[in-house]
């Protein structure tokens, strides 16, 4: 299965823009790539997924490198609520089974008031 | 509001013990999975079902036992076989090819 590789930890300012980085040098042509954030003692959930555009939703945009090989999910204007540890996932969509994706220690976000 | 609830949020058991975590669905999702998390740690597949009446062991399935004889619940069972049964579980839901909903989890503690 195809791996990414993020930093452990990053540090913002509440109210900048923070740029969360992914690399997933093996991915193949069918996979997405997805982010899940989970905030302190909660389950994690989805924030947004993408294969070769860019994307954006309420929540966060994500860019895709041209070669795909990496990604970043972008929070426009961090917040408090923001600090959560951000998993950055592939999932293959030839077959769509969320039962192969791996949550690696994802990137932890500190936001500092 | 839909959603997954998972119950209870803390759980305590003396050694030795067999102890079934609770997972229930509102989301009319088909499949449900079990996930283990450790302190610092990434989540790790214990069990999943794709349909009532059918489940498949995940990457970390032993010392653990599920059922799914409804769609809305998939309940865990945690047996005395299972080593280091203190963690924080995680159950999720999801239809065909979306994301996983997750619940808020129950943190088992075995002394």
């Known amino acids: 299965d195809a791996k990414t590789t993020q930093p452990n930890s990053m540090e913002s300012n509440e109210e900048e823009p923070v740029h969360l980085p992914c690399n997933h040098s093996?991915?193949?042509?069918?996979?997405?790539i997805h982010w899940y954030r989970q905030l302190p003692s909660q389950g994690p959930e989805y924030v947004i997924h993408g294969l070769t555009s860019n994307v954006n939703n309420r929540m966060a945009s994500l860019a895709i490198a041209e070669d795909r090989k990496s990604s970043t999910l972008i929070l426009h204007r961090a917040t408090l609520r923001d600090a959560a540890v951000y998993y950055c996932i592939l999932r293959d969509g030839n077959t769509g089974a969320n039962s192969k994706l791996t949550f690696g220690k994802g990137i932890t976000l500190s936001v500092r008031p | 509001d839909g959603g997954i609830t998972q119950s209870p949020k803390y759980l305590f058991r003396k050694e030795g013990q067999n102890v079934t975590l609770s997972c229930e669905q509102n989301l009319n999702h088909d499949a449900m999975y079990w996930y283990r998390q450790d302190p610092g740690q990434g989540l790790r597949l214990i069990y999943y079902?794709?349909?009532?009446?059918?489940?498949q062991k995940g990457d970390i399935a032993e010392g653990y036992s599920v059922s799914r004889e409804k769609k809305e619940s998939f309940p865990l069972t945690v047996t005395s076989a299972q080593k280091n049964p203190t963690a924080f579980y995680l159950c999720?839901?999801?239809?065909?090819?979306?994301?996983?909903?997750f619940g808020n989890g129950t943190r088992l503690t075995v002394t």
């Open positions: 999720a839901s999801s239809r065909q090819g979306t994301p996983l909903h």
């Open positions: 093996t991915i193949s042509g069918t996979d997405y």
């Open positions: 079902s794709q349909i009532v009446n059918d489940f």
